[in-house]
């Protein structure tokens, strides 16, 4: 039996020991960082000095390609390097707006609540929506406080597609007002209510050299940072701004291609003194792929100037962070 036959069996089997109660994995380090089932489109959040990390999971089997997603995955770590899987959170029957297909999302805390903002196919509104769920813990179990999508493809008239509507990221600035970004093909931006689950004002549009998808907002120093997929296959860039509503100030690839996987999500966080970018490939087993994804965590690095040094994929991961 070879090492990789090997490796690929004892996966299966904690899956199966997982799914029937009896193992909850922890997952040890290198890259991918989850490999104890397909992973995609991750989001991070920090809170009481645990990072919960936010996943879709790929469920297509091969040889079938696609995007088959049916839930939403939480995983938690205290190092970056070992986590814990907690049971399913969410899926997009828990949302009364929601058919399926449960693409990116973000989860943000806010006065002790945990805000998930979520993509999915609408029920009866032609295309994909963004959504909120609530919970009080950052684990679930998420509930629905709308019935209602917050986006839908009928309020973005300006693009012919029905998946412009995806992959929101939400920002709370220091001021304690929240921002929306998202969008596929356009990058857009809107202001929540300080409820968080209804929008307030208008729509408007961020211009960024060869936007596909993919936006994720942070900050560091005084600067603010907005990151997103580039082109097809997908490379990852970013701009910078003094301001959450920009203007934006284009700065380069951050992210080159992730191997054999046509997309590039991101995710970027502050932990313990270190800076973490969080990303997916298709790099697990002989099946990963573009539609078979895998998260995978290596060191986010500035320069003096605060412009981001290129990221370096590795194989190794990162290190415990005590």
Same mark, same amino acid.
């Given at each position: ?11 299966? /089997? ?10 909850? =994995? ?64 969410? @899926? ?13 999302? /973000? ?7 945990? !805000? ?43 693009? @012919? ?6 992959? =929101? ?7 304690? /007002?929240? !921002? ?50 580039? #082109?097809? %296959? ?11 509503? &920009? %203007?934006?100030? !284009? ?7 992730? &191997?054999?996987?046509?997309?590039? *999500? /991101?995710?970027?966080?502050?932990? @313990? &003194? ?5 990303? *997916?490939?298709? &790099?697990?087993?002989?099946?990963? #792929? ?18 981001? @040094? ?13």
């Amino acid at each position: 039996m070879t090492r990789l036959t090997t490796f690929t069996s004892k996966i299966a /089997q904690l899956s199966l020991l997982s799914a029937i109660g009896i193992f909850t =994995p922890v997952v040890q380090a290198a890259n991918p960082a989850i490999t104890n089932t397909f992973t995609a489109d991750p989001a991070a959040l920090v809170h009481n000095n645990i990072v919960y990390l936010y996943a879709g999971h790929d469920q297509c089997k091969p040889p079938r390609n696609g995007y088959e997603m049916h839930e939403w995955l939480v995983y938690s770590s205290d190092d970056m390097v070992n986590w814990q899987e907690h049971p399913v959170p969410l @899926k997009p029957a828990d949302l009364a707006w929601a058919k399926d297909e449960a693409w990116a999302s /973000q989860v943000v805390e806010k006065d002790g609540k945990f !805000y998930w903002y979520v993509t999915a196919q609408h029920k009866t509104i032609h295309g994909k929506a963004i959504g909120v769920a609530v919970s009080d813990s950052p684990t679930g179990p998420f509930t629905d406080p709308r019935g209602t999508a917050l986006i839908t493809n009928d309020m973005t008239t300006d693009t @012919k597609i029905s998946w412009d509507d995806i992959d =929101p990221t939400v920002f709370i600035d220091d001021d304690g /007002q929240a !921002y929306m970004y998202w969008g596929n093909q356009k990058c857009r931006w809107i202001k929540l209510k300080s409820n968080m689950i209804e929008t307030e004002g208008e729509i408007h549009t961020v211009d960024l050299p060869n936007y596909t998808e993919a936006p994720w907002i942070h900050k560091h120093g005084d600067w603010y940072y907005l990151s997103y997929a580039y #082109g097809f %296959p997908e490379k990852t860039a970013y701009a910078m701004s003094k301001s959450i509503t &920009g %203007p934006w100030e !284009y700065k380069g690839i951050l992210n080159e291609l992730a &191997g054999n996987c046509n997309t590039n *999500h /991101q995710a970027i966080i502050e932990f @313990k &003194g270190k800076d973490y970018f969080i990303y *997916h490939n298709g &790099g697990l087993t002989t099946d990963g #792929g573009s539609f078979r994804r895998s998260v995978c965590i290596d060191y986010l690095y500035y320069n003096d100037d605060g412009t981001i @040094k290129r990221i370096i994929m590795t194989s190794e991961g990162v290190s415990p962070n005590n």
